[in-house]
């Protein structure tokens, strides 16, 4: 049985529309640009806080993010949130709880990969503090 409170709640186009730009790293001014030329950073802002979209504004944004329409017509957060918090609690729970089920074992020990890493870096240092010095000495 559906909720009705999910039935008659209206999906916020714009807010969406903000998420999933976020999400791609789009900046407002990069989407008015592909917009075209009468949008701006200003009217980007404003149609993200437009709870309804109109339909061919939402086709052009959603082929801008390389996203389904349906995403941008359809997509609740807290529906979202619900959904996968109740997979979490229901499903995962003594997957997340046993350590013989969730046991996680790195191919490589996290201590070498440090030690190399700051091997590289002494090794750039050394060559900047030669390279500094070689320029002092032309002076």
């Given at each position: 049985?559906?909720?009705?409170?999910?039935?008659?709640?209206?999906?916020?186009?714009?807010?969406?529309?903000?998420?999933?730009?976020?999400?791609?790293?789009?900046?407002?001014?990069?989407?008015?640009?592909?917009?075209?030329?009468?949008?701006?950073?200003?009217?980007?802002?404003?149609?993200?806080?437009?709870?309804?979209?109109?339909?061919?504004?939402?086709?052009?944004?959603?082929?801008?993010?390389?996203?389904?329409?349906?995403?941008?017509?359809?997509?609740?957060?807290?529906?979202?949130?619900?959904?996968?918090?109740?997979?979490?609690?229901?499903?995962?729970?003594?997957?997340?709880?046993?350590?013989?089920?969730?046991?996680?074992?790195?191919?490589?020990?996290?201590?070498?990969?440090?030690?190399?890493?700051?091997?590289?870096?002494?090794?750039?240092?050394?060559?900047?503090?030669?390279k500094l010095e070689t320029?002092?000495?032309?002076?």
């Open positions: 049985m559906i909720d009705t409170d999910m039935q008659n709640k209206k999906i916020h186009h714009g807010r969406n529309i903000k998420r999933f730009r976020e999400m791609m790293g789009i900046k407002q001014e990069a989407m008015a640009f592909e917009l075209g030329e009468d949008w701006n950073q200003k009217k980007v802002s404003l149609l993200e806080q437009k709870e309804s979209v109109e339909s061919d504004i939402v086709k052009q944004v959603a082929k801008i993010l390389k996203i389904p329409v349906e995403a941008i017509e359809s997509f609740d957060e807290e529906q979202a949130v619900n959904v996968i918090a109740n997979t979490i609690n229901n499903n995962d729970h003594a997957t997340m709880t046993n350590p013989a089920v969730f046991n996680y074992q790195p191919s490589f020990n996290p201590i070498d990969k440090m030690v190399e890493l700051y091997e590289r870096m002494l090794e750039q240092q050394r060559e900047m503090i030669e320029l002092i000495d032309k002076k």
